[in-house]
């Protein structure tokens, strides 16, 4: 099975920063990655699939890069509403997620 | 707009079996793969398998292979997922969770997940 790997696990930051979350396949997935937000007690929201291709709705502060193993999601300038727990997933055959990543205010 | 609405809390004794709903809403159900992702308390992620709703197909996580089942009616829009022979580290909030691909036979991943349900606490306690 394929693993992922994120980091960090958590970052602190303030409204307007820049972040960048990595997360890394065990293995290539070419660009079958995807990046959701999920805040506490909520289901968790798709920002992000295909690598790079940005969700319907999904505010273009948010991005995503990489392919093979190496993938990064970039929130632009953080919104207080960002504040969440971000996971990456591979969607291969038998879909694995990432540990997450927490986005807390600094 | 669509919905998933899943079936409510459930308490479970060790070794019982539960069965959570997923009732789906505007959009074609057959169409779409349904998902199952669960999450333990504090917890992150973890996929438990697809259904196809058109042909009832199905693809479980290695994981949970003689566990769970995923069936569907679609005279109702509706999936379920039941897993049995419950142990403590079965308690976790389930989820539905549609493909974002419309693919009307046999779809190949990759596999994303676009509509979510509220998810259903089942809790395994003696």
């Known amino acids: 099975d394929i693993q992922m790997t994120q980091s960090p696990s958590s970052v602190s930051a303030s409204v307007g920063d820049r972040v960048t979350i990595t997360c890394r396949a065990s293995q290539g997935i070419s660009s079958w990655l995807a990046w959701y937000q999920q805040k506490p007690g909520k289901a968790p929201k798709l920002l992000i699939y295909a690598a790079s291709s940005l969700q319907s709705g999904v505010p273009s502060r948010f991005s995503g890069s990489g392919s093979g193993t190496d993938f990064t999601l970039t929130i632009s300038s953080l919104q207080p509403e960002d504040f969440a727990t971000y996971y990456c997933?591979?969607?291969?055959?038998?879909?694995?997620f990432g540990p997450g990543t927490k986005v807390d205010i600094k | 707009q669509v919905q998933l609405v899943q079936s409510g809390a459930e308490v479970k004794k060790p070794g019982a079996s539960v069965k959570v709903s997923c009732k789906a809403s505007?959009?074609?159900?057959?169409?779409?793969?349904m998902h199952w992702v669960r999450q333990a308390p504090g917890q992150g992620l973890e996929w438990m398998g697809w259904?196809?709703?058109?042909?009832?197909?199905?693809n479980y996580a290695q994981k949970f292979q003689g566990r769970v089942t995923m069936t569907r009616d679609t005279s109702i829009s509706t999936a379920y997922m039941e897993l049995s022979r419950l142990r403590s580290d079965d308690t976790a909030v389930y989820y539905c969770?549609?493909?974002?691909?419309?693919?009307?036979?046999?779809?190949?991943?990759?596999?994303?997940?676009?509509?979510w349900g509220q998810g259903t606490l089942v809790t395994v306690s003696s």
């Open positions: 969770a549609s493909d974002v691909a419309y693919c009307g036979g046999d779809c190949p991943p990759p596999y994303y997940f676009d509509y």
């Open positions: 997933q591979q969607a291969n055959s038998f879909p694995a």
């Open positions: 259904i196809n709703p058109n042909s009832g197909g199905t």
């Open positions: 505007g959009y074609t159900f057959t169409g779409y793969y």
